[in-house]
């Protein structure tokens, strides 16, 4: 009876169990009491490594033979094991039978049943391995490198094992995950980038932990390509003969692109008076001997698969712009003295100056609005020359507690330089009185005419006169 139900039961094992059961594990009328198991099933849980024990007490076991088995592979009866795996072993210890598995494997987690055949029956209990495995973590490809083009959608893959599940997080260095993206994949394995632009491209970190042993992570690296883009310093540079000149080009492209320089239509090589150079990104074009030939346009062209970007520099002798001195003016009754400072190699010829009035803070029924540019042309001084040229002019005949908006150009030989920065001053609160001739009272940085100091310097003299003793009239 027993063999037959074995075999309906474990059909692969039916002649091996029939003959332990008919050989090791006769039934005899001694065993008339029959046995009892009395441990409870258990859920262990063991890292990976370490040694599984399960336990089997049985109460009046008599001559009776214990069997450990797997789902249908018996691993040991009695004190005999049956497995070949050299891992496995069974202990007795106080009625106790164990069967103990070394250097756990993720292979070794499921049910093991110890079991007891009695007459017509099957007694039992079923222990649950659950083996825990720190996590493990892989860039997907192994190199870990991804590359896509400017606007493409792209997805960053890495494999995650472990036990139980771990937590995945991703991360990118010097930066944030790129707007937008997000988990897919099982296990959030997968990070979606929809649309990625050059900003997104970086080195990514895969970080997953779940508790068992040390966190890992993977690292992967995006590569964005897109066509070449240009910045530069400055689209105009001032400059005059003799003097050296650098143009620089920051140049950005995936793959790296090549660099061209161009004078006009003509390509610049390397030559004794011209220089160009490469740092990273910097490319730079050096004139080390400006000539007024030297004046003209400049072009660095910048090309990789993707596309080609072309940006123009004009070198050239015209003035800078004006930088007016906000802590260098002089507000007055109904004038301001203005100041301002330009820069240039040659002498400047003259200046024109445009103001008008943009608001008033007393009831005047005198409106801003609308006001038209007064211009005045205010000459250069060519007798003494610096580099840094510094003008101050004086405005007349203006109204009291008004503000006022102006700018100023600057002309040498090589032509009109670009307007200054608007800039605005406001006159002292005052009824409007009479004023002095505009332009009268201005000085530059070669020369001075001071009106004022004159006619203050007469008044001086005609009191000393009066005052003097003996002075006849």
Partial sequence: MICKMLTRKLTNYSYFLCFFLFTDLPFTT?????????????????????????????????????????????????????????????????????????????????????????????????????????????????????????????????????????????????????????????????????AATKDDAGVFQCSADNGVGDPDQATLYLTVQYPPVIKVEAEKIHSGPGSRVVINCEVFGEPAPSIQWFFGEHQIRPSASTLIKQTQQLHSLVIIDTTVNSFGNYSCVAKNSLGTFKKYIEVHGRPTSAKFYGDKVRSGKTFFELSWEVESFVPILEYRLLYRRIEMKTGSKIQAEGSDWTNVIIPGDDKTYTEKQTMRWRLDNLFPDTTYECLVQARNKYGWSQASKMFSFTTVIQTVQSAATQGLNWTSSGNQLRWNMDMLSAIVLALVIFLAPGTAF
């Fill in 30 to 194: 001694n065993n008339s009491i029959s046995p009892v198991i009395l441990s409870e099933p258990l859920q262990i849980n063991k890292p990976k490594g370490e040694t599984a024990k399960f336990y089997c007490k049985v109460k009046h076991l008599g001559d009776r033979h214990l069997v450990w088995r797997r789902g249908y592979e018996v691993l040991a009866t009695g004190h005999l094991v049956v497995s070949a795996d050299p891992r496995i072993s069974v202990e007795k210890h106080s009625g106790v039978n164990s069967l103990v598995i070394k250097h756990i494997t993720e292979h070794d987690a499921g049910d093991y049943v110890c079991q007891i055949s009695i007459l017509n029956d099957i007694l039992s209990v079923q222990h649950t391995l659950d083996v825990l495995v720190s996590p493990t973590v892989i860039s997907v490809p192994p190199n870990g490198a991804t590359t896509v083009k400017e606007g493409e959608d792209v997805t960053l893959q890495c494999e995650v094992t472990g036990n139980p599940i771990p937590t995945v997080i991703w991360s990118k260095k010097n930066g944030g995950l790129p707007q937008g993206a997000h988990h897919s994949c099982h296990k959030n394995s997968c990070l979606n980038i929809p």
